[in-house]
């Protein structure tokens, strides 16, 4: 048996999860700081939960779980004899890997909403499965830390939003990255301006993959949705629209003067900005992006993708409006906004920047060598009373040579070690070791507690 993994899953080391637990508490405690309260959703949802909601290309990136006992007892027998996986996996398949936590949670909300008190501030942060193609920064298995608000129509909430990328992200460390901000309600009046507001999901589809396969290929996908090469002209200057926020809304007011809905996105664009001059940011650049679509079919309004301009890594965060998304489970006219901070990608432009501080890692402050049974018997009434104190400290279980257990802290980074011998027992004084330094010092248990009490 060959011992692994599957491709685009991943095993977390010690040293790795400190430094994950670093980002999430951060990105958790600034969620709570705007009054967001966490939830969780199951690891597997009904698949017609799921399905439908992503877009075509969406559908197929789900991870479909087996019905159990004889599934292919049940199995659509003429979809298997025409090879289509589609209606064969509808019928062996009730259930699949959750594709994001946006979704489960507009199911949620749906489920429970005689509980919740609108409008609802909620975070979760959880992991997602994709059937991708994994790549650098790309994973089967990944978590998201998502934050929405759900029955406000208010701008307020994108701003606030805003400011919340910007406020984890500089207290992660990154100095130099960018919110990237846009309105589909513009992409709608952009596919309305050029006489095809039917193709809106085939152009924010195609506009979405700009950065990744450029401006011919974009044009080219645009053809095969049925466009023509007149339609595809008008909106290609669109493509190369860049500059300073009020000449862009300007260029789209003109470009969209015969578009309601279109001016509407405008409108939505410029209060954010206005608010958004209200208060200060710390290291984040706001900035335009009308080539900005973001595949995701629920999203109708303000749309978000923040990128770090020191690592080449795509999105390492993202979000927008929906303004009906629950109505898909029969609550009508409940529009919400979210985010969600992709803490994978996150963790990869951290790393390559060498952001994480040292002392994250989560290692014991001091380790008890141990001499014998009579010493670890002194010892452990001692370890008690520092554990009851939220002092990390552990002792070497086993009786073994002393070069073994101070090898054993330098390789778990334990930045002191505690001798209590015959001579330490009689005195009441322990020997406490820097194993950085070398150095050593008698000290007293209250002496020891205080130096590690925080």
Request: with cysteine; hydrophobic share 40%.
């Amino acid at each position: 048996m060959k011992i692994g993994i599957p491709k685009g899953f991943r095993d977390f080391s010690p040293a790795v999860m400190a430094k994950r637990n670093f980002i999430f508490d951060t990105i958790k405690e600034s969620f709570k700081r705007y009054g967001y309260e966490q939830i969780e959703t199951p690891t597997m949802e009904n698949r017609e939960t799921l399905t439908g909601k992503y877009g075509e290309e969406g559908d197929r990136l789900i991870f479909s779980v087996l019905n159990s006992g004889d599934y292919l007892n049940k199995a659509d027998a003429d979809a298997i004899q025409l090879k289509d996986s589609v209606k064969v996996i509808s019928s062996i398949s009730e259930k699949a890997l959750r594709y994001d936590l946006t979704v489960p949670f507009a199911r949620y909300v749906v489920q429970h909403q005689n509980e919740i008190v609108f409008p609802f501030k909620r975070f979760q942060i959880q992991p997602v499965w994709r059937a991708d193609r994994p790549q650098r920064g790309r994973y089967r298995e990944f978590y998201q830390c998502d934050a929405d608000v759900i029955g406000s129509d208010s701008l307020i909430n994108e701003v606030e939003l805003i400011q919340i990328f910007d406020e984890v992200l500089t207290k992660l460390g990154l100095s130099d990255f960018s919110i990237k901000i846009n309105n589909r309600k513009i992409l709608s009046g952009i596919a309305e301006v050029i006489g095809r507001p039917e193709k809106i999901i085939d152009i924010t589809v195609a506009i979405d993959k700009l950065e990744k396969i450029g401006i011919e290929k974009v044009k080219e996908e645009l053809a095969t949705k049925g466009l023509t090469k007149n339609e595809i002209d008008l909106i290609q200057p669109l493509f190369e629209l860049k500059g300073e926020k009020n000449q862009v809304l300007n260029h789209l007011k003109d470009y969209l003067k015969a578009s309601e809905i279109g001016l509407s996105g405008i409108e939505e664009l410029q209060y954010i900005f206005d608010l958004l001059d209200v208060v200060s940011l710390n290291k984040a650049k706001v900035e335009l992006d009308v080539t900005l679509a973001r595949g995701l079919n629920y999203y109708t309004g303000a749309i978000f993708e923040v990128v770090s301009n020191e690592v080449q890594m795509g999105s390492i965060c993202g979000g927008g409006r929906y303004a009906d998304l629950t109505g898909i489970f029969g609550l009508k006219d409940m529009s919400g906004v979210g985010i969600s901070f992709g803490a994978d990608r996150i963790f990869d432009v951290m790393d390559e920047l060498n952001l994480f501080p040292k002392q994250v890692i989560e290692s014991s402050q001091v380790l008890f060598i141990n001499f014998g049974v009579k010493e670890s018997t002194f010892v452990l009434p001692i370890l008690q009373k520092m554990r009851a104190l939220d002092i990390r400290a552990e002792i070497y279980p086993d009786t073994a040579k002393m070069k073994k257990q101070l090898k054993y802290a330098d390789q778990k980074q334990i930045p002191y070690v505690v001798l209590v011998g015959e001579q330490e027992m009689e005195s009441g004084e322990l020997t406490l070791k820097n194993m950085e330094s070398g150095d050593q010092i008698n000290v007293t248990v209250d002496q020891l507690i205080k130096k590690f009490s925080k």
